[in-house]
């Protein structure tokens, strides 16, 4: 599983990595359904005697979510890579799946927006992301390496599936990172379009669909992935966009795509790699 | 109020500071009085779960406490003296007394000892201070400045009070700053005896004597200070040494000076200063 650091900042001197440690958590059961970030059975003592310091409490940082922030930074400021430490947090807390930061180096999402240059948790949480968009920057992401065993995991593998994240804030920081969409290109690749019934199932896609200048749709997801995906999935709400996806795509599913709880997470799971498998 | 930033270190990336806090939370009537050290009501989330995912805990970081090294060091990054943060604070906890750490410069504190020079907090809280001690080393303390306000407050005191701590490590890194012994020479001066018996009240103190080659005493107290101070005080266990001590320095008081609580740290407090006041 290869993740997103674009979100990654430095908050309180410590390194924060909000989409790695969602990936953890919720592969380690250790994940907040409530809030769909952080950790299961949370506490905010530390932050509200920030609070009551003054300090900035926009940013929610929870107890046991601070130790992973706090022990990562130690093993960084001690010289580890952050993939080496991720490992080692799995292994913690005893998640099976291989999780790979898609590089060991800092490369910042910086969101264009209409009051200038924003760093991604200042507009995606601090402004919720409020702002208009006008396009992103991935800082540093020519000059960044892959974190040792992401090519070769990509290459290494049957198929490559592009989760129904954000494409321009999630997945599009991966791509960025030079050897990646490379790896992919030629081996079957499948997206999920995270664009149901034109509107985002979470967050603010369709909103940056539009703020830049596209009418938020599963087709415009498919269009954003041209040329790298030769799989994509839409769900039965947009069964009518499936013959211009069609154009865009070479192989299409329509089904059930709103993974509401955990059972129906597993079920589309299962559809998807099922007819994945099946198709040429 | 000026106190000791020997002890100060980095740890998790968050800068700490434990001479500084604990003198802050007793103003504050937020200390522990438990454990000599830290806040009150203090739990230990974020500690635990450090500890779950393999990282050290031996230098006990509570949930709370943890809080005012958050807020600090994001203040430090942010550009702002430390100082001016222990203002800050001081102000949120409702301390009425002026705090000043000696300096805003990091003059960390290296103990030399029979294993070679380490850190403070090493050799204090991780070796509990066994080791065996050579000497004691101020890294940078000579281009050290003193914080603003501090040679001012010390020449516009009627008087100079050195609290009965370590004078090896929570005193003389004080005095090391320069200008700091200059701003006191000249002015009425008073050391209470950390030694009381020949043992330390509380600490290794006494230990530190013996392992640099001195007989633990008020005496050898009053030595340690020869020159610096104009009063002394000794408790009455050691009124057998008062006519030794006078040799030293010019004037002595006998008296209880054991604080084992609230109430006999203001009786103490309260004899020393109405002598000091009468002594010419």
Same mark, same amino acid.
């Given at each position: 599983?290869?993740?997103?650091?674009?979100?990654?900042?430095?908050?309180? /001197?410590?390194?924060?990595?909000?989409?790695?440690?969602?990936?953890?958590?919720?592969?380690?059961?250790?994940?907040?359904?409530?809030?769909?970030?952080?950790?299961?059975?949370?506490?905010?003592?530390?932050?509200?005697?920030?609070?009551?310091?003054?300090?900035?409490?926009?940013? $929610?940082?929870?107890?046991?979510?601070?130790?992973?922030?706090?022990?990562?930074?130690?093993?960084?400021?001690? %010289? $580890?890579?952050?993939?080496?430490?991720?490992?080692?947090?799995?292994?913690?807390?005893?998640?099976?799946?291989?999780?790979?930061?898609?590089?060991?180096?800092?490369?910042?999402?910086?969101?264009?927006?209409?009051?200038?240059?924003?760093?991604?948790?200042?507009?995606?949480?601090? $402004?919720?992301?409020?702002?208009?968009?006008?396009?992103?920057?991935?800082?540093?992401?020519?000059?960044?390496?892959?974190?040792?065993?992401?090519?070769?995991?990509?290459?290494?593998?049957?198929?490559?599936?592009?989760?129904?994240?954000?494409?321009?804030?999630?997945?599009?920081?991966?791509?960025?990172?030079?050897?990646?969409?490379?790896?992919?290109?030629?081996?079957?690749?499948?997206?999920?379009?995270?664009?149901?019934? %034109?509107?985002?199932?979470?967050?603010?896609?369709?909103?940056?669909?539009?703020?830049? /200048?596209?009418?938020?749709?599963?087709?415009?997801?498919?269009?954003?992935?041209?040329?790298?995906?030769?799989?994509?999935?839409?769900?039965?709400?947009?069964?009518?966009?499936?013959?211009?996806?069609?154009?865009?795509?070479?192989?299409?599913?329509?089904?059930?795509?709103?993974?509401?709880?955990?059972?129906?997470?597993?079920?589309?799971?299962?559809?998807?790699?099922?007819?994945?498998?099946?198709?040429?």
């Amino acid at each position: 599983m290869i993740v997103n650091v674009g979100d990654d900042f430095e908050h309180f /001197g410590l390194k924060i990595c909000p989409d790695l440690d969602t990936v953890c958590y919720t592969l380690a059961g250790l994940e907040n359904p409530a809030t769909g970030w952080g950790r299961r059975g949370e506490s905010w003592r530390v932050m509200e005697a920030v609070a009551a310091l003054g300090g900035p409490d926009w940013f $929610r940082l929870g107890d046991l979510d601070l130790a992973t922030h706090l022990e990562r930074t130690r093993r960084l400021r001690a %010289g $580890r890579p952050l993939h080496e430490i991720a490992a080692a947090f799995c292994e913690a807390w005893g998640v099976k799946a291989r999780v790979l930061p898609v590089t060991d180096d800092p490369v910042p999402t910086i969101v264009l927006t209409d009051e200038g240059e924003l760093a991604f948790q200042e507009y995606f949480v601090r $402004r919720r992301w409020q702002p208009q968009v006008r396009g992103f920057r991935f800082a540093g992401a020519e000059s960044a390496r892959p974190a040792p065993g992401v090519l070769e995991a990509i290459r290494a593998s049957a198929a490559v599936l592009i989760a129904p994240s954000n494409p321009f804030v999630s997945i599009d920081p991966i791509l960025a990172i030079p050897g990646v969409r490379e790896a992919i290109a030629g081996k079957p690749a499948l997206a999920v379009s995270p664009i149901v019934g %034109g509107e985002a199932v979470k967050g603010p896609a369709a909103k940056m669909f539009r703020e830049l /200048g596209y009418k938020p749709s599963a087709a415009a997801v498919a269009e954003h992935y041209r040329g790298l995906v030769s799989h994509f999935v839409l769900d039965k709400a947009d069964a009518d966009q499936a013959a211009a996806v069609r154009e865009i795509v070479p192989h299409v599913l329509v089904t059930d795509t709103m993974m509401t709880d955990s059972q129906k997470r597993i079920e589309v799971a299962s559809a998807v790699l099922s007819w994945f498998g099946r198709e040429p």
